[in-house]
């Protein structure tokens, strides 16, 4: 194994034997990597005891379901290196941000994080170029320094407290290549979410979010992020976006429609 780095990584994780091997295996830099895990019936456990006994320096812990954002909050403060990575499961990190890690933790005390680009597969294309990125997000984070919003239940983020920096090089590799049956489930659960935390937020349907996030949704990863470059695949990943932007626009208005008008069957009166 190579030099290790004053660096936690933090993963949580139910069933993911099939992903989390190559996860592992991108974080051989780190002096401390916390998995915490929420009931796996698959060989999660096992796999993660098979790194363990081969001296990887993992802590595996299991702790009941919290909702994304406290179960990624519980697994941070297990961690006890001065920096703290955040990675899923199905996540890599690519040869580049490896590189670069060891001058991200040397950064002056004035920046308390790092965001980080990342970079899907996608079915029939493979992972998309370096110049085709989603939005970076922070998560490199010195311990101490920030936390998760516990409100959020989808799209969790840190919070920091202090400046953070973009990462100039090197992203997130993101390897669930779902098929689309399994992909509109996803998208299906996700906007589910986001929708209830913005009804419980006070947020009220807009008419306009209806007609102009899904479009807007889409040109932004299509042309913005750059998933033209990708082809078909490119295209069918901005659509499944647009897909999860109507469908929270959409749950948010029926959410608040059935609290005004509950729906009863009164074919028999007319």
């Given at each position: ?137 922070l998560r490199l984070i010195r311990r ?28 997130l590799l993101h390897f669930r290549p ?93």
């Amino acid at each position: 194994m190579t030099a290790k780095l004053p660096l936690s990584a933090f993963i949580i994780c139910l069933n993911e034997e099939a992903y989390l091997g190559n996860c592992i295996e991108s974080l051989e830099q780190c002096a401390e990597i916390v998995i915490v895990d929420s009931g796996s019936t698959d060989g999660t456990a096992a796999l993660v005891q098979s790194y363990i006994d081969a001296g990887w320096p993992i802590r595996f812990m299991h702790e009941p379901w919290r909702g994304y954002a406290g179960q990624k909050q519980f697994a941070l403060e297990q961690c006890s290196e001065p920096w703290c990575f955040n990675i899923d499961a199905d996540e890599r990190l690519d040869g580049a941000l490896r590189n670069l890690l060891p001058e991200l933790l040397a950064t002056s005390d004035e920046i308390v994080g790092w965001r980080v680009a990342r970079r899907p597969y996608l079915i029939g294309y493979g992972y998309t170029p370096e110049n085709v990125r989603e939005r970076r997000n922070l998560r490199l984070i010195r311990r101490g320094r920030g936390g998760y919003d516990l409100s959020q239940k989808v799209h969790e983020g840190i919070v920091p407290d202090g400046n953070v920096g973009k990462a100039r090089t090197g992203s997130l590799l993101h390897f669930r290549p779902l098929v689309m049956d399994e992909q509109i489930l996803k998208e299906n659960k996700y906007s589910t979410l986001k929708a209830d935390q913005q009804v419980e937020s006070g947020k009220r349907p807009r008419f306009y979010k209806l007609v102009f996030a899904p479009p807007i949704y889409f040109l932004r990863l299509y042309f913005r992020n750059g998933l033209w470059r990708c082809g078909l695949s490119g295209f069918i990943e901005a659509m499944t976006g647009a897909v999860y932007a109507f469908l929270t626009a959409a749950k948010i208005y029926q959410r608040h429609a059935l609290e005004a008008r509950p729906n009863v069957d009164d074919a028999l009166s007319r």
